[in-house]
T-cell receptor, first 112, second 113 residues
Framework: AQTVTQSQPEMSVQEAETVTLSCTYD???????LFWYKQPPSRQMILVIR??????QNATENRFSVNFQKAAKSFSLKISDSQLGDAAMYFC?????????FGTGTSLTVIP | DAGITQSPRYKITETGRQVTLMCHQT?????MFWYRQDLGHGLRLIYY???????DKGEVPDGYVVSRSKTENFPLTLESATRSQTSVYFC????????????FGDGTRLSIL
């Protein structure tokens, strides 16, 4: 079974500081894709960043970067220079074929 | 504007009633998906469709029916609503290849009394 685990239900960070959200997944496949989505209170699901499993280089999008450890099946999200607008629910997701599997989410609070 | 739209945004109904949630996308994406979001479960896949007239079950399909007669539309029907189906429902679409992200609608909050 494919599973995605986010072990931190809630996290908080001071504005301008850095925070890392953890995600692990379980799969026997070698070719898959990983994503982080952000869900603000407006309920929209917004793509933050994605990573192809065959790429060793960690993906980066502005203040967002990932630490992808394929052997450990770990895919953490680092948010640098946190801003108030980063406050949201963050979901890690794993994609293989036509299936998408989501973690249960981490609620991030940004403290001014 | 191009995008994916869901309607209604909010819906209240009673147990035993039939209710249909609509989803429309303008990107001509081949894949479309329905999820439900519940506390403690994240998003769970109900059904997906690879193309018009092709649908398949996801993780939690029981009690739901889908159809896809046109590429751009993917309605989700609860034939006889139950309280356990109270949830937020998201529709998503994706281009053909699995390395592409899914693009989500704004969700429908469905309450079944």
């Amino acid at each position: 079974a494919q599973t995605v685990t986010q072990s931190q239900p809630e996290m908080s960070v001071q504005e301008a500081e850095t925070v890392t959200l953890s995600c692990t997944y379980d799969t026997s496949e070698s070719d898959y894709y990983l994503f982080w989505y952000k869900q603000p209170p407006s309920r929209q699901m917004i793509l933050v960043i994605r990573q192809e499993a065959y790429k060793q280089q960690n993906a980066t999008e502005n203040r967002f970067s990932v630490n992808f450890q394929k052997a450990a099946k770990s895919f953490s999200l680092k948010i640098s220079d946190s801003q108030l607008g980063d406050a949201a629910m963050y979901f890690c997701a794993y994609s293989i074929g036509n299936q998408f599997y989501f973690g249960t989410g981490t609620s991030l609070t940004v403290i001014p | 504007d191009a995008g994916i739209t869901q309607s209604p945004r909010y819906k209240i109904t009673e147990t035993g009633r039939q209710v249909t949630l609509m989803c429309h996308q303008t990107w001509s994406h081949s894949y479309m998906f329905w999820y439900r979001q519940d506390l403690g479960h994240g998003l769970r896949l109900i059904y997906y469709s690879a193309a018009a007239d092709i649908t398949d079950k996801g993780e939690v399909p029981d009690g739901y029916v889908v159809s896809r007669s046109k590429t751009e539309n993917f309605p989700l029907t609860l034939e006889s609503a139950t309280r356990s189906q109270t949830s937020v429902y998201f529709c998503a679409s994706r281009a053909g290849t699995s390395n592409q992200p899914q693009h989500f609608g704004d969700g429908t909050r469905l309450s079944i009394l």
